[in-house]
């Protein structure tokens, strides 16, 4: 049983989940393909030739899963909605069947009493979209926008608060910056317009939601960034790097503006991009919610190679998990107090939208209840020392397709045989539940 922690007694508890992780029936429904279909499909792409055309079957299986989180007693559910499910071209009037499968889930979701948390865009663009440019082409923010009006206007008289895009840092680097995900491109920092297009996509986006009286939220990987050494080439290594994945994301949210970039060449309106009146459309009247996805804190030391100022340097004597990943609960702590440090009264209420880690198939997972309960703990110190912390929705509900490692990595607190698609409750399922019940409890006592 687990210890009770000191959290608020209005505490969200959650889990999430992403479309194209889990859902599978890609060629159903009036779907149209995604830039994960096509990458996925490409020679060595993907390990194993994996990809999410079948996933978890949560597009036929979802009364089950919903089941399963009722038995769990969360307050909230993230999931994202399938552009392409509702935009089959990315463009033009909303497809019905698209429409009437998030209608289906979220009746499901209230049935059971649980919140649903969508997110917009979880990195599944719809392909038409890629061929016009992706989000290196401004329109796909304007497109965006006219997405999330179809969706907000069939939604949002049961659905009160919004993200609208996951971790526009990883989809840039991954996605344009490197090509190791989805659209597979490798441009470097000529990735750069893909941050700020979604970030305008984000603006319009937003104020779409707010016309409709919703609350707006969005959801950002990041990172502590720790210097390797107090060697001034290493601290300012690791503050180049803390303007890359953090505050690039941040800066322009919070504070309306871009950080200063010019260690990697980057001019402020990065090449170009930002035109007149971007940065207020982005930060906008501000977010009633700051979505944090936390995995690891990052070590950073001088470049090694003229290409980038900063390298990468491995943070040791902390166990790591399946994917090889430093567990460093405490990141959490200082990631949290950080951000409120830096940002004072601009922060808005944090939420931790993704946090967990990828272990092997057995069920008996002590390593991940080890994982959730050392992060629940930094959450509960960064509380204390006063950061406003309204929920945790851990990564991820099931095990599902983890994007270039196929079904290799297993985040889930319920197993899936990919198979046969039996679900099973892992330990750290029973552990999450008896957790959430004792906070109720305890509060539910008035204390
Ligand atoms: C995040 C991402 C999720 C999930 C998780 C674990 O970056 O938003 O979709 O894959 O990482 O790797």
Redesign the pocket.
């Known amino acids: 049983m687990p210890n009770r922690l000191d959290l608020p007694a209005g505490f969200r508890w959650g889990a999430s989940t ?1 479309a194209y ?1 889990i859902e599978g029936a890609v060629g159903e429904g009036g779907r149209g393909p995604s830039v994960w279909d096509v990458f996925a499909a490409r020679p060595g792409a993907v390990r194993d030739g994996h990809t999410g055309a079948v996933a978890c079957d949560h597009y036929h299986r979802y009364p089950e899963d919903v089941a399963l989180m009722r038995g769990l007693g969360l307050d909230g559910y993230r999931f994202s909605i399938a552009w392409p499910r509702i935009q089959p071209t990315g463009a033009g009037p909303a497809n019905p069947e698209g429409l009437a499968f998030y209608d289906r889930l979220v009746d499901e979701l209230l049935t059971a009493g649980i919140t649903p948390l969508p997110t917009l865009f ?1 990195w599944d663009l719809p392909q038409s979209l890629e061929e016009t440019g992706g989000w290196l082409n401004r329109d796909t923010a304007y497109r965006f926008a006219e997405y999330t009006t179809a969706v907000a206007d069939r939604l949002s008289d049961r659905v009160p608060a919004w993200i609208t895009l ?2 526009p840092f ?1 989809h840039m680097v991954y996605g344009y910056a490197l090509g190791i995900h989805a659209p597979g491109r490798a441009l470097m920092l000529d990735a750069l317009p893909a941050a700020h297009h979604q970030l305008l996509g984000h603006g319009l986006a937003a104020a779409v939601l707010r016309e409709h009286g919703k609350e707006v939220m969005i959801a950002n ?1 990041l990172t502590p960034v720790r210097a390797a050494t107090a060697d001034p080439a290493d601290l300012a290594a690791a503050d180049a790097y803390d303007a890359l994945h953090n505050r690039l994301f941040t800066d322009p949210l919070l504070l309306g503006q871009y950080p200063d970039l010019s260690a990697f060449g980057v001019t402020e309106d990065l090449g170009g991009a930002v035109r007149p009146g971007d940065l207020k459309l982005i930060a906008g009247p501000g977010l009633d919610g700051l979505g944090v ?1 936390y ?1 690891n804190p990052t070590r950073i030391a001088a470049p090694t190679d003229p290409g980038l100022p900063f390298t990468e340097a491995p943070i040791d004597g902390v166990p790591r998990t399946a994917f090889g990943w430093p567990v460093v609960p405490d990141g959490l702590r200082e990631l949290l107090v950080g951000l409120r440090d830096r940002y004072g009264a601009a922060l808005p209420p944090i939420t931790i939208t ?1 946090n967990g880690c990828s272990y092997g198939e057995e069920l008996d997972d002590q390593e991940r209840i080890s994982y959730l309960d050392g992060h629940l703990r930094a959450v509960e110190a960064a509380v204390a020392e006063g950061v406003d912390v309204r929920g945790y929705f851990t ?1 991820s509900l099931l095990d599902n397709f ?2 270039a490692e196929g079904y290799h ?1 297993r ?1 889930g607190l319920v197993h899936v045989d990919f198979e046969t698609q039996k679900r099973t409750p892992k330990a750290s399922y029973t552990w999450y539940r008896d957790l959430i019940d004792t906070h109720r409890t305890w509060h539910s006592h008035g204390s």
């Open positions: 992403a992780q979880h996951n971790e990883v990987n996805n995995y993704e990564w983890e994007w990595q985040f």
